[in-house]
């Protein structure tokens, strides 16, 4: 092999199609020479792209709201067929189709160890945690591609039992790599339990994922707040209760109008920094959705924060922004005695879990997030689609190997 066709950033509200080198069983040279590890991988493989999906937070920095340089590679929710493996690896093998979760995870750390897979401490230089095709992430290159090198397989990749299944579940199981654990990790550290009532902002497709995952968690009421109109109603077509932020009321009436009082037992912020402010024509207010569900949670209720904050925002509303410093009400949170999970979800926590919930025809999670099969070349016009608010989860299928 002599190329890799890949999606590349190329500036604020443009990407393209690029071709690079074949990937190596190597480690990028800033991960090795600065953690001080070979750069020789045997314990890698490389993947031919199944299916690899187009993210919200690829959005942010397609969107320049993040200090991605020109030229970075795109793309951590990767799905693939094994087609090589270094000399160390001893438990999967050429032809074994795999979830690739977002977090790199060198699977020997005190953080591994303890299973916080999202904050591994040999993968990246620059701070605790790495992923594919992420800026300040490692270096490492994206998987919106055809091939990907993964390091340390034995350990990060989910292998699907039957390969005649996981070609016929596809769509369900490339949501394994991120959202659907993302989802669930949102919920299930916001407390959600049987007969749980809550709030999820956000109708995009982590939002959607978090909402569905309540109910496999037994929620007996989700709430999804936003102010797309599509996306709510994507929403309202698995059996969630929404709310049209661009409408007036206070987001309290709101909820009390369909649950009789005007608080959750749960919430979950599926938004992020570029959070709006709530009416039509809102303008942007980072602190917003966070300050919400502080404020429609029970006292001594559980917020789960799989929205994205960062620490470098160029294009923050103030000084403060531009450095992830934002207006939080935490002594509204204090006073409730709230509790607060953030940060990167550790995938290998319940990729497993939620593989056999597919395999069983128990989460049809492809539906409640309307995923859309495209070709790799259609990555462009589906990221300026998404962008614009579609209601859909973008599926590349790079080589033609999702089934019609």
């Keep these: 092999m002599t190329g890799n066709r890949v999606v590349v950033y190329k500036g604020p509200g443009e990407v393209a199609i690029e071709t690079i080198d074949y990937p190596k069983l190597e480690l990028p040279s800033e991960v090795a020479g600065k953690m001080g590890i070979q750069q020789k991988a045997p314990h890698a493989a490389i993947l031919k792209l199944v299916a690899t999906n187009i993210c919200g937070s690829d959005q942010h920095m397609v969107r320049g709201r993040t200090t991605a340089p020109v030229g970075q590679s795109l793309g951590h929710e990767i799905t693939g067929e094994v087609v090589e493996t270094g000399d160390d690896v001893l438990f999967v093998k050429e032809g074994d189709i795999c979830s690739v979760p977002f977090n790199i995870a060198c ?24 992923a594919y095709g992420y800026v300040d992430m490692g270096g490492w290159i994206g998987g919106q591609a055809e091939y990907v090198m993964v390091p340390y397989a034995d350990f990060n990749l989910l292998k699907f039992p039957d390969r005649d299944q996981a070609l016929e579940k596809i769509l369900d199981l490339t949501m394994l790599s991120d959202i659907f654990p993302t989802g669930y990790h949102g919920a299930f550290t916001a ?38 109109a599509d996306r709510l109603k994507q929403a309202a077509s698995f059996g969630c209760e929404t709310i049209d932020l661009s409408q007036e009321g206070s987001l309290p009436e709101r909820i009390e109008q369909i649950l009789g009082v005007p608080v959750v037992d749960a919430a979950v912020d599926a938004v992020g920094f570029e959070a709006r402010g709530h009416g039509a024509d ?11 569900i502080m404020s429609v949670t029970q006292v001594g209720g559980a917020l789960g924060i799989p929205g994205l904050y960062v620490t470098g925002d160029p294009g923050g509303i103030d000084e403060n922004a531009k450095v992830g410093q934002i207006g939080v009400q935490l002594g509204t949170g204090w006073a409730k005695s709230l509790s607060f999970t953030t940060g990167q979800c550790p995938v290998k926590r319940y990729n ?43 599926v590349i299928d790079p080589h033609g190997m999702i089934p019609a």
């Design 107 to 130: 699977g020997r750390c005190q953080m591994c160890n303890e299973g916080k897979t999202g904050v591994c401490l040999n993968v990246n230089p620059a701070r605790p945690g790495a």
């Design 191 to 228: 407390g959600v339990t049987t007969g749980s009532t809550v709030y999820v902002a956000g109708a995009g497709p982590v939002g959607l994922a978090a909402a569905f995952s309540a109910q496999v968690l037994g929620a007996s009421a989700v709430i999804v707040g936003d102010m797309n």
């Design 282 to 292: 809102a303008a942007e207010a980072p602190a917003t959705v966070l300050n919400d």
């Design 352 to 394: 497993r879990k939620l593989m056999k919930l597919i395999l069983a025809d128990k989460a049809n999670i492809s539906k409640a997030v309307n995923a859309t099969p495209i070709s790799l070349d259609d990555a462009p016009r589906s990221y300026k689609e998404f962008d614009q608010g579609a209601a859909r989860k973008y």
